[in-house]
């Protein structure tokens, strides 16, 4: 089948320009799952949900977020990017109202199910957007460091802005915020993005394809956010990664004989991609697993309150916005593999200092330079992970390539946060600040084993070839 992209450019739109609005619906996925952590206990208590209840509050959203990537990733290739960005950003808006809206526990579930429904639908077309508006080299370094490095930005502003609303507005207007922002991404959409497809696509949609891997996926997530308190060993536990393995099995057979697969398995024997996704995997379980870890390490040990606590380790995601656009340069001269390994020994060295922290710490002599090594090497590794993953993908794959690494990133550091959990309960010695740093530093030991085994996969897997060069001019 030929390939030809019709590609509808505005005129005066120039690709900063359009970078910008993709770099703000990606702050705007990270920021809504972040910012409604600090509303939880407000929202569990206005709407009356049990400990479980309030729990799916999170688990909702990742679980349909996770779940559906490949999914919206394919149906960016297939019907449009621009086209799927556009619907996914109408239906965050839509979904943000109506979780601000919400009576009822019933009605805030569906609405954080369908919150993760339209991430899936805009975090793999804008990916797929900028990776075909940006050549690969420099210029899709850039690009790549400004996403990874906005979406540091964005965790940490979650954290702050979900404190400081909750506090003041209410917890409603954790939700509203983002109603304002989605509208003005949904109006300016039209005027500063391509919109691009198959001409000549098959309308043949390959519907089992869809069912299995959304299935096998959202196995997964459900299986990795339950572990911690059913256990690893557990019969449920085991009994769900059983039925992902086995759905992950049918999806692949039922693929090979696709006349038009949803994920055509060609994809995967791409090393730059399979290395980059399993790199990216590390790193997200890492990065979930350390944040996850020293916010509960500040804020129950230390005694920080939530907003003291995301201005002090806002060094992390500043170094990572640093380390981004540093790396990207580094990334175009030397490649992929070396700039990974580098930023995988830094990631475990900051953990490794933070398993050193004691339940009486001080942030200048036991957090700061930890936050500050392991936030250099997130910036740097996710963008050259990222820019392996996304290399030598034909312009038809954009968006599935985007999807993947996207649900690399989000799964794994779903199963990072389930790990760490889990260690912080079996180690902990006690429910005082010294019992549980125990369990905080054993967690920090965990996240070193991510890092550690992401080096590992980088010089094992990771391609040694260089990018080609590409124009290095104004974005």
């Known amino acids: 089948m030929v390939l030809t992209d019709i590609v509808d450019r505005k005129v005066g739109a120039p690709r900063w320009t359009a970078l910008v609005l993709l770099c703000t619906a990606n702050f705007m996925v990270i920021l809504d799952s972040q910012i409604v952590i600090l509303a939880l206990p407000s929202i569990a208590a206005d709407l009356g949900m049990t400990t479980a209840q309030a729990q799916w509050v999170l688990s909702a959203n990742l679980l349909t977020f996770g779940g559906l990537l490949l999914l919206g990733g394919r149906a960016a290739d297939l019907l449009g990017r621009r086209r799927m960005f556009m619907w996914g950003t109408a239906l965050f808006l839509g979904v943000s109202l109506l979780s601000g809206l919400a009576w009822s526990t019933e009605v805030m579930l569906v609405a954080r199910a369908l919150h993760g429904v339209s991430a899936a639908l805009m975090a793999p077309a804008a990916l797929s957007i900028l990776t075909t508006t940006f050549p690969e080299g420099a210029q899709r370094n850039k690009a790549l460091a400004g996403w990874s490095g906005i979406a540091g930005i964005g965790a940490t502003a979650g954290l702050v802005i979900g404190g400081t609303l909750t506090a003041g507005l209410g917890w409603q207007w954790v939700f509203f915020v983002n109603a304002p922002v989605a509208l003005v991404m949904l109006l300016l959409s039209p005027l500063l993005l391509p919109e691009s497809h198959e001409r000549r696509a098959r309308h043949t949609y390959d519907v089992a394809g869809a069912l299995t891997s959304t299935a096998a996926l959202a196995v997964v997530v459900y299986a990795v956010v339950e572990a911690p308190a059913a256990g690893w060993a557990s019969g449920k536990t085991v009994g769900l990664f059983a039925l992902a393995a086995a759905l992950a099995g049918l999806f692949v057979l ?47 040990a230390l005694g920080y309150s939530p907003l003291e606590f995301g201005l002090k380790q806002a060094v992390m995601p500043g170094m990572a916005f640093v380390g981004a656009y540093a790396g990207q340069a580094v990334v175009t001269r030397v490649g992929y593999r070396p700039v990974a390994a580098i930023c995988a020994v830094l990631m475990g060295a900051g953990t490794f200092l933070l398993t050193q922290a004691p339940a009486d710490g001080q942030y200048f002599r036991d957090l700061f330079l930890a936050l500050l090594i392991f936030g250099t090497g997130l910036g740097a590794g996710t963008v050259a992970a990222a820019a392996a993953a996304l290399s030598r993908v034909g312009e038809r794959d954009a968006g599935l390539a985007s999807g993947i690494n996207t649900a690399a ?8 946060v389930a790990i760490v959990s889990t260690v912080i309960a079996v180690n902990a010695t006690g429910t005082d600040p010294a019992g549980m740093t125990t ?7 965990a996240c070193v084993i991510f890092a550690a085994t992401g080096l590992v996969l980088t010089l094992a897997v990771l391609s040694r070839s260089r990018q080609p060069r590409t124009d290095t001019g104004s974005l």
């Open 254 to 300: 039922l693929e090979r004989r696709s006349p038009a697969p949803l994920v055509p398995l060609r994809i995967f024997q791409s090393r730059t991609l399979t290395g980059g996704n399993l790199v990216t995997a590390l790193m997200g379980m890492a990065a979930f697993g350390m944040s996850v870890t020293i916010s509960q390490y500040a804020q129950q």
């Open 409 to 416: 990133l989000q799964i794994g550091g779903a199963i990072g």
């Open 439 to 445: 369990g905080y530093q054993a967690a920090f030991g």
